[in-house]
């Protein structure tokens, strides 16, 4: 069953972790797991953090932001024992390349206060991308 755009910004705000696709240039799809925050004005954060090793502080998801401002997170529940309880949600987004440092700060603190390996907020930059579209879907209501 569809979700409609509520139930699947309900899912989209409950959670902190899916998978960010963007496109490489030559590649194509892109996709990286990543932890994110969801603010109240439909903005959406990906840090980049200094908690993680990295090769550099400057990540390709960015690169490919900056060349396609075109974004999408993808959110799943997987139950291999009962298949009623499937569902995903997708979000568009759209990079903001320049946001406010409000809107920035707010979704730091969002981070912050849902994963503790953020609470002291250890990061190089929030990425910021505006949600555009949510759609979903569940294998049943109870899912």
Same mark, same amino acid.
């Given at each position: ?15 902190? %972790?899916?998978? !960010? ?6 590649? /194509? #799809? ?38 396609? #401002?075109? /974004?999408?997170?993808?959110?799943? %529940? ?18 903001? #390349? ?12 969002? !981070?912050?206060?849902?994963? #503790? ?18 759609? /979903? ?7």
């Amino acid at each position: 069953m569809r979700l409609n755009a509520d139930q699947a910004r309900t899912r989209l705000d409950a959670h902190v %972790h899916a998978v !960010l696709c963007t496109l490489h240039p030559e590649r /194509g #799809p892109d996709p990286q797991p990543v932890v994110y925050a969801v603010s109240d004005d439909g903005h959406l954060g990906v840090p980049v953090d200094s908690v993680k090793p990295k090769s550099r502080s400057r990540l390709q998801r960015e690169d490919n932001l900056d060349a396609d #401002p075109r /974004g999408t997170l993808l959110l799943e %529940h997987w139950d291999a024992e009962d298949w009623t309880r499937l569902w995903w949600v997708r979000a568009e987004l759209r990079h903001v #390349p320049h946001p406010p440092p409000l809107v920035t700060d707010d979704l730091a603190d969002r !981070l912050a206060s849902t994963v #503790p390996q953020y609470a002291d907020k250890p990061f190089h930059r929030v990425l910021v991308c505006r949600i555009v579209k949510v759609t /979903g879907w569940a294998a049943s209501d109870s899912a």
